[in-house]
């Protein structure tokens, strides 16, 4: 499997398509080729690439829904996976010091 191939795929598993300008960015941001081979070699830098994405899909709408055609993403399973993939990775989680504060208002 390609390693463009297995980031959209990790990220279609939570219901999130990212376009080719996002796959790019990432690879770019990670120091990754992403027509290589994903091996075991450049997984961990993978790993890194996709978690360090993950804050800026945050800030996307949870659901849009247009014309009859709606699609939506639950943003708390994409946090705790960020989170995990943080501790596991050894990398600073940039979200641990942010809560929601839709209560307060």
Request: glycine letters at 8%.
């Amino acid at each position: 499997m390609k390693v463009a191939a297995f980031i959209q795929d990790k990220f279609q598993s939570f219901g999130i398509t990212v376009s080719e300008a996002e796959t790019l960015e990432m690879s770019i941001n990670g120091g990754i080729d992403l027509n290589a081979d994903l091996t075991a070699e450049n997984m961990k830098a993978v790993s890194v690439a996709i978690a360090g994405f993950i804050p800026s899909l945050l800030l996307r709408p949870q659901s849009v829904s247009e014309g009859g055609f709606s699609m939506s993403f639950n943003a708390q399973s994409l946090k705790d996976f960020y989170s995990s993939e943080c501790a596991r990775l050894g990398i600073e989680n940039l979200l641990s010091g942010v809560r929601d504060a839709s209560d307060c208002w």
